[in-house]
């Protein structure tokens, strides 16, 4: 019944530090005539826009999304801004998949732009997310908030610092294949083990970047991709789940999800599996672009979604398993680890999903992939949106 | 199009925003409860489970939280960490905070831990592993605010 | 809309859509005004109110609207309002009160705005297939169509007032609908002012709308990012026969609109069917 998806065109702006020769609306501009002349459509040819923002806060623009209509050739079209936190990109990529699997709209255009340098005071900015009465004195965010559920992995499953400082020496050194990636280069455990402290066990190397640029992806019908793409990637598996912003809920025994294993994304993870028809990850999904803000992320979510056993995935780490060329490539862009352009990130990981599945990943290109999965997570790790990305549409199975 | 012949220019701006939070009735009696040296957490019948910070309804039953149960003064440490950095507008380092289950509540509370030896951050955390026994300890003159508490570790 | 379109994709059979408004005491105006970009339009001091007075302007020369209309309108509308059992129920004011009250921007009044209120209002969605395998439950109205329009962020002549989004969104609405020349029942407006609703019923005219707004519109309640939700649940409810003292008579198509943006930049529409019974 849904009609089929494909990504027939991406764009992204290079993301670093600082865009200061640009306003962030003209930063949207960037990624919008990228995406479009990738997919070889011009501005009225698209049906619909989504925008893809988190926290206006950082920017300072309210509503930000209205002030880039003009910019993005939204002007005259249905238009709808999503906010999930950091799983943003991933939600607002979902929205648009909906508005072409609906039959409503045959070609969607999901864009955004982020950059925190805006403001100095990110941190506070964030802190905003917990809960006014409760929570917010304790300085929460999304550093400490992680901290605490790494804090937790390591003591169940004896995860060492090192451990965590050789996931971000591969994502720096994957990122120097990735030619939009805000940090890159060649470095060592000891590099990240004498980086400053910020919140343990995390030092200042476990941590993502502020990135400041602009994604988007267009998003087209099976007609329509098969006419103008040669190798359009299609999207066969949607996921997405919440929890609820207690922490406290999800660190006891009576938790239905650990936030120490990032549960909640086998939840969503299964469910793009279940669409697709795909029985062993490991095997056949070559590729993870995964929402990894943090080095502590990719160990208890690559087990959530199964592709290794509980407390496995440090081990494998060590041994390459997650290299470009190992049992599957996590992160060959280099990750969120090395780019993190908030209210944008989840869509950066698709399109950095898809170029696998289309064979235009450049550099960064792993072979054979047929299929790839994309992550996204957002809010107090309470948000996580899963999309699968294949060669080819893959059967859809009638819904329970 | 125009070439950039100019330095790029940046325009400062600040935006300053006051707020009033509603505290609503559950909050209020858990923070009056602080008043008096007391924590309450909130049950429902139907689940059995009990809600620090208290909720006016069960999250998984989705039945309003029909009863008040009082915390115990001890409880245990879910998970913790210790912050070095210091961020905009948050408390100067180093301290540490964690998520306790109060003895008596199935869901856990976060708050500071104090009386702790911070300036080895490593050791410290190692005291702070998941399964720690913490006791609440008041400030003499409460205020009816989550402050009003932190952990200190029984030694 | 997003909710519908989801459960059109055939993936998911039952949605939850909640919108809520509960502002503190914080100053909504200037949170509107830090939705200005910063270079052009923040220095001036544009926020909601004063974009909504470059509407009313806009509205008094193009659609021949003076404020003594604006404030007979919104009396009666306040009259309506009252009956509404789920508002607030106040008591109208009088045309020469409205008149009274200073203006915040020229030509719009305090007393032309509805007051803000706290709310709520959620929808459970279905799939016509999960309704067909669950037959004890039955629907209050079916969703026909769904769209949404957004015009230039610009505040010039050419854009505020000529509400460009609206007749193209609803045009759109219709044709989706596959009711394009079809009688509206009922028409819900989001109109945040007097001036909205006048500009609104203007750009109706064309159309053979039965009642606008039998709701009372804003002036029953107004939980401000709702207005939207709560107007698509006051058209399901008249589709439905459930809408209470304010009820239409034989409501078969009701169309709900909401509106986002200075000045309404944005429009967002739900048309409703009646469901056999």
């Known amino acids: 019944m849904s009609q089929n998806v494909a990504v027939i065109g991406v764009g992204q702006t290079g993301f670093r530090a600082r865009w200061d020769s640009m306003t962030y609306v003209e930063l949207a501009q960037q990624a919008a005539l990228r995406a479009l002349a990738d997919a070889r459509l011009t501005p009225d040819d698209i049906d619909a826009v989504v925008f893809s923002m988190a926290p206006t806060h950082f920017m300072g623009v309210a509503d930000c999304d209205k002030w880039a209509v003009d910019f993005i050739g939204a002007r005259g079209k249905p238009f709808m801004r999503v906010h999930t936190g950091g799983a943003t990109g991933g939600s607002a990529f979902h929205a648009a998949w909906a508005h072409v699997a609906s039959g409503q709209y045959r070609r969607v255009l999901v864009i955004g732009a982020d950059r925190i340098t805006e403001t100095p005071d990110a941190q506070f900015v964030l802190n905003l997310i917990w809960d006014p009465l409760y929570e917010q004195d304790f300085a929460l965010n999304t550093v400490t908030m992680t901290a605490l559920s790494t804090q937790r992995y ?175 490539a996590v992160g060959p862009s280099g990750g969120t680890l090395c780019t993190n352009p908030i209210g944008v990130t989840g869509l950066v990981r698709v399109a950095d999903a898809a170029l696998q599945v289309m064979g235009r990943a450049g550099a960064m290109q792993v072979s054979g992939v047929r299929n790839a999965l994309a992550t996204a997570a957002g809010g107090s790790a309470q948000f996580f949106a899963c999309t699968l990305l294949s060669d080819e549409p893959r059967g859809q199975a009638a819904l329970a | 199009m125009t070439t950039a012949t100019q330095e790029p220019m940046i325009l400062p701006a600040e935006w300053r925003v006051r707020y009033n939070y509603p505290v609503g009735e559950t909050g209020t009696r858990f923070f009056s409860a602080l008043r008096e040296k007391k924590i309450l957490a909130t049950r429902c019948s139907a689940s059995g489970l009990s809600y620090l910070p208290p909720r006016a309804y069960c999250e998984r039953s989705f039945q309003p939280c029909d009863e008040w149960v009082e915390a115990g003064t001890t409880g245990t440490i879910e998970c913790a960490t210790i912050v070095t950095a210091a961020f ?18 199935d869901t856990a509370l976060i708050n500071f831990v104090q009386g702790l030896d911070l300036s080895d951050v490593p050791a410290a955390a190692r005291r702070l592993q998941p399964g720690t026994r913490v006791k609440v300890v008041f400030r003499d003159q409460p205020e009816g605010r989550i402050t009003d508490f932190h952990y200190e570790l029984i030694d | 809309m997003l909710g519908a ?92 009160a409205i008149r009274a009250s200073g203006y915040d921007a020229y030509p719009l009044r305090r007393a032309h705005q509805a007051p803000a209120s706290d709310g709520c209002v959620a929808f459970v969605l279905a799939s016509g297939a999960w309704l067909r395998a669950h037959p004890q439950h039955r629907a209050l109205a079916r969703i026909a169509a769904v769209t949404s329009h957004i015009d230039s962020y610009r505040l010039d002549a050419g854009r505020v007032g000529a509400m460009a989004g609206f007749d193209a969104g609803l045009e759109d609405l219709l044709r989706r609908a596959g009711r394009d020349h079809a009688a509206i029942d009922v028409f819900e407006a989001e109109a945040p002012t007097g001036w909205h609703e006048a500009a609104i019923e203007h750009h109706l005219a064309g159309r053979d709308v039965r009642a606008l707004s039998p709701s009372g519109g804003a002036w029953a309640q107004h939980p401000l990012f709702c207005m939207g939700l709560v107007n698509a649940a006051e058209a399901a409810l008249q589709v439905a026969g459930r809408a209470g003292d304010v009820q239409v008579e034989d409501v078969h198509f009701a169309v709900a609109h909401g509106s986002h943006g200075y000045a309404q930049q944005g429009h967002t529409f739900v048309a409703f069917e009646r469901v056999a019974a």
């Open chain 1, 154 to 328: 390591m003591a169940r499953y004896g995860v060492t610092e090192e451990q965590y400082a050789r996931v971000v020496v591969r994502a720096r050194r994957n990122a120097m294949h990735n030619p939009n990636a805000h940090l890159k280069g060649e470095i060592t455990v000891d590099d990240v083990m004498n980086s400053p402290r910020i919140a343990w066990p995390y030092k200042l190397f476990d941590i993502c970047p502020r990135s400041a640029g602009a994604a988007a992806i267009v998003l087209a019908d099976e007609a329509t991709a098969r006419e103008v793409c040669d190798r359009p990637a299609f999207v066969t598996g949607v996921g997405a789940i919440s929890n609820t912003v207690f922490q406290g809920d999800r660190c006891v025994p009576t938790a239905d999800c650990d936030f120490a294993e990032h549960a909640e994304i086998a939840i969503a993870a299964n469910e793009c599996y279940r669409q697709a028809g795909i029985t062993n990850p490991a095997k056949e999904i070559r590729v993870v672009e995964m929402y990894d803000p943090f080095s502590s992320f990719q160990f208890p979510e690559l087990e959530s979604m199964g592709f290794c056993p509980r407390g496995s995935a440090a081990r494998l780490s060590d041994e390459g398993a997650f290299d470009p060329d190992g049992m599957v």
């Open chain 3, 5 to 96: 379109l989801r459960v059109a994709t055939g993936r998911y059979h039952l949605g939850l859509v909640v919108s809520w408004n509960h502002t503190s005491q914080i100053d909504v105006q200037d949170v509107m005004r830090m939705r200005a970009e910063p270079f052009a339009l923040r220095p001036v001091g544009m926020n909601g109110a004063i974009a909504d007075a470059l509407f009313a302007g806009e509205v008094q020369r193009r659609c021949g609207v003076d404020e003594d209309a604006v404030a007979a309108r919104i009396v009666q509308r306040q009259q309506v309002a009252q009956r509404n059992p789920r508002g607030l129920r106040r008591a109208p004011q009088s045309a020469e």
């Open chain 2, 88 to 105: 905009e507008n948050l408390p100067p380092p180093p301290y540490a905070i964690a998520y306790v289950r109060l003895d008596g509540v």
